[in-house]
């Protein structure tokens, strides 16, 4: 079946600016997850979705970041007044249950502010 | 204080030979789980193995498997016959306790060059 896609891949924008970076997480996947990935890092936890509610969001940088999955299946992460520091990779995981522990990624979203 | 160290920055193997890749974490609650994954330059982060803390007998997938030394708190993953297709980067990472938040917590990972 299909892996948890996320939507753009790609995505340049202005400082100053407002994002939206979707994630669409593997079909009966309960859980799902928001990870950023600096250069050279591993990925940071940003948020943890069990079904509709945000389970967890102490990641969250700040109040700029905000999550929703309003369904409980796509997942949008935006940012508002985006700073040259927010350019990562914007990684996205589901898994069938918040007690499966295998979380599976998508592909990314590359974040570059310019 | 880290609570997934991977000390080796980068590695190089040959082709056919086994590799081990290091991984020491830090906790304090007795219900962890602990993963692998490799990240090729795609970017992409694929799932490897997973260890769980009362697991009895080590992890194995395949040609990986999981060196689990729990009073060393370390969890090597050992890649056997490499190919080329395993260069890439590889992240240990822990998620601890059993409900609540479920987040992993990664290290900064490590690159593995197989050269042929």
């Known amino acids: 079946g299909a892996g948890v896609s996320q939507t753009p891949s790609n995505k340049v924008t202005e400082k100053g600016k407002y994002v939206e970076l979707r994630c669409d997480p593997i079909s009966g996947h309960t859980a799902l997850y928001w990870y950023r990935q600096s250069l050279g890092q591993g990925p940071e936890f940003l948020i943890y979705f069990q079904g509709t509610g945000a389970a967890d969001d102490s990641g969250l940088p700040n109040d700029r970041f905000f999550a929703v999955r309003p369904e409980g299946s796509v997942s949008t992460l935006k940012i508002q007044r985006t700073e040259r520091g927010d350019s990562a990779v914007y990684l996205c995981?589901?898994?069938?249950?918040?007690?499966?522990?295998?979380?599976?990624f998508g592909p990314g979203t590359r974040l570059t502010v310019l | 204080a880290q609570k997934i160290t991977q000390t080796q920055p980068g590695m190089f193997v040959q082709e056919k030979e086994a590799v081990t890749l290091d991984c020491t974490y830090d906790?304090?609650?007795?219900?962890?789980?602990l993963f692998w994954y490799k990240q090729p330059s795609s970017g992409e982060m694929i799932f490897l193995i997973y260890?769980?803390?009362?697991?009895?007998q080590n992890a194995t997938e395949g040609r990986y498997s999981l060196n689990f030394q729990k009073a060393r708190k370390s969890a090597n993953l050992v890649i056997s016959a490499s190919q080329l297709g395993d260069s890439a980067m590889y992240f240990c990472?822990?998620?601890?306790?059993?409900?609540?938040?479920?987040?992993?917590?990664f290290g900064k990972g490590m690159k593995l060059t197989v050269n042929p």
């Open positions: 995981a589901s898994s069938l249950t918040a007690l499966e522990p295998t979380q599976y």
């Open positions: 990472a822990m998620r601890e306790g059993q409900g609540g938040s479920e987040k992993l917590v």
């Open positions: 906790t304090s609650d007795p219900s962890y789980g």
């Open positions: 260890q769980g803390s009362y697991d009895q």
